[in-house]
Antibody, heavy 121, light 110 residues
């Protein structure tokens, strides 16, 4: 059974940093692009970033470019999101998702249950 | 990149059909056939219902269908059932090498 399990969410102060992890199982992790999508409390979904299966190419939403870094460790079936210079408006549930198809053209076939990141002083 | 435009809410009676629109520009929806639709029940992770404008993933009911005309994509749900009550989001590739979501539509089954 395909599973994605996010971890690392925690309360952080504005300007702080946090690293999220997403551990995958049930599929050949390195064969698929992976994405992060977030959802602020009571709000809609927002695409954050995507990384190719090899990890060689990454893409970001303008709202996080230069502050967030997506990466992966295919030997450990794990996706990461390094978040720096966090802002109050980054408060959200962060979901990782498996991409079927090309990294930017494909669809999000399977999602984790999400991890909450509150940014507050 | 601005979010795609969806109606905030739609409603319909059991057994009836509804359509949710998703309007973008020729830089996203109108320029590419990479529109997907996601269903999200409260407190749950989203689930893909339609991809590449018209395609249904395995296991998704054929009551769900997608289409596109110009800069507007649409999701139609026929034979409405109580379990269809959820939030629905469209998404599209953009020519800025990003992906954009719609603001979401709350479907109420009366």
């Amino acid at each position: 059974e395909m599973q994605l399990l996010e971890s690392g969410g925690a309360l952080v102060q504005p300007g702080g940093s946090l690293r999220l992890s997403c551990t995958a199982s049930g599929f050949t992790f390195s064969s698929y692009a992976m994405s992060w999508v977030r959802q602020a409390p009571g709000k809609g979904l927002e695409w954050v970033s995507v990384v190719t299966g090899s990890g060689g190419s990454t893409y970001y939403a303008d709202s996080v470019k230069g502050r967030f870094t997506i990466s992966r460790d295919n030997s450990k079936n794990t996706l990461f999101l390094q978040m720096n210079s966090l802002r109050v408006e980054d408060t959200a549930i962060y979901y990782c998702a498996k991409v079927v198809g090309a990294p930017l053209f494909g669809y999000l076939q399977h999602w984790g249950q999400g991890t909450l990141v509150p940014v507050s002083s | 990149q601005s979010a795609l435009t969806q109606p905030a809410s739609v409603s319909g009676s059991p057994g009836h059909s509804i359509t949710i629109s998703c309007t973008g520009t020729n830089s996203d929806v109108g320029g590419y056939n990479y529109v997907s639709w996601y269903q999200q029940h409260p407190g749950k992770a989203p689930k893909v219902m339609i991809y590449d404008v018209t395609n249904r993933p395995s296991g998704v009911s054929n009551r769900f269908s997608g289409s596109k005309s110009g800069n507007t994509a649409s999701l139609t749900i026929s034979g409405l059932q109580a379990e269809d009550e959820a939030d629905y989001y469209c998404t599209s590739y953009t020519n800025s090498y990003t992906v954009v979501f719609g603001g979401g539509t709350k479907l109420t089954v009366l």
